[in-house]
């Protein structure tokens, strides 16, 4: 099992429990199948979480970059495919 650490509420989790946001040579990308590589941040399958890493800039500081408007958006697809899984 591979363990990462939520971004938002610093539980680890198993990694595909976790979203995975990486800062690619494409830029700050969602990244659900590991396809890319760079540094990467990992968010919860959940609301409070994303709001949680996105308030602050934390999820900036994490990657050390700034995050696209875009971003966000993206991320709440993923949560919401998920959820109609
Ligand atoms: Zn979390």
Not at 13 to 27: E, P, Y
Request: charged share 30%; net charge positive.
């Amino acid at each position: 099992m591979t363990e990462r650490r939520c971004a938002g509420c610093w539980q680890t989790k198993d990694r595909k429990d976790l979203i995975k946001i990486t800062n690619s040579a494409q830029g700050v990308i969602v990244n659900p199948n590991s396809f890319t590589f760079g540094r990467s941040a990992y968010l919860c399958y959940n609301n409070s979480c994303i709001e949680s890493a996105f308030k602050k800039n934390k999820l900036a500081k994490f990657l050390k970059t700034a995050i696209p408007e875009e971003l966000k958006g993206q991320v709440l697809n993923e949560l919401r495919n998920k959820e109609n899984k």
